[in-house]
């Protein structure tokens, strides 16, 4: 029954009537099933289940017009290289959130630093791994402003930008981990992405300002 539930329910609402005939048909039905499933309707059940697909369907066409309609409106007002901003500033930073996280977890097994303590006491090597992500989340919310409105002026610099950065956050988090924080000033080239895009973002206020 359940095999036949799923074929039904592929079927399209105009074919109720061949659906009808294959649900009640008691040549098709296993004769025990009649027997257990008296007070079934199969014919309105089926019919429940084809309204109920039809109203998803429709709501989820409606929501795809929807964001159809969104990005047009974004594309008429944003330069179309804005979407490199977007996948090197949200997804990228998101990527290298998670890496620095997951380390920082892994970190806590190794170490045995138990929940809720941020740092360990004793255990410099944790703290090193931990000062890595921290020190990430810290700017984050800054990066993350100067990226979106300098890249409604200048994307294609912002997104090298990002990278610049996001690949720097990750080797100055490697210096971090080998328990020497000296090490990690390797990865403080990431800072000519970070200043790179507040530059920029000076240059985009002035601009709408009027003095420049």
């Not at 390797?186 to 420049?212: C, D, E, K, P």
């Amino acid at each position: 029954l359940e095999h036949r539930f799923h074929y039904a329910i592929r079927l399209l609402p105009t074919q109720c009537l061949h659906a009808e005939r294959f649900l009640n048909n008691d040549d098709l039905l296993p004769s025990n099933l009649r027997l257990f499933c008296p007070n079934v309707d199969f014919v309105s059940s089926y019919c429940s289940l084809v309204a109920c697909k039809t109203t998803i369907i429709s709501e989820m066409n409606s929501i795809f017009n929807m964001d159809r309609s969104v990005v047009t409106q974004l594309q008429t007002v944003l330069p179309k290289e804005y979407g490199y901003v977007i996948l090197s500033g949200g997804v990228g930073t998101f990527l290298v959130n998670m890496y620095l996280g997951k380390r920082v977890v892994n970190a806590r097994k190794e170490y045995n630093v138990k929940y809720p303590a941020v740092y360990s006491a004793d255990n410099d090597k944790f703290n090193c791994v931990q000062r890595a992500h921290q020190n990430y989340l810290e700017a984050l919310p800054l990066f993350l402003t100067t990226s979106f409105i300098a890249g409604t002026v200048h994307p294609l610099k912002v997104t090298a930008f990002n990278t610049i950065y996001l690949i720097g956050r990750i080797v100055f988090a490697h210096g971090y981990y080998t328990g020497d924080p000296e090490k990690r000033r390797r990865g403080g080239f990431m800072y000519l992405g970070f200043f790179g895009n507040l530059l920029l973002t000076i240059h985009v206020g002035l601009s709408m300002a009027g003095l420049v």
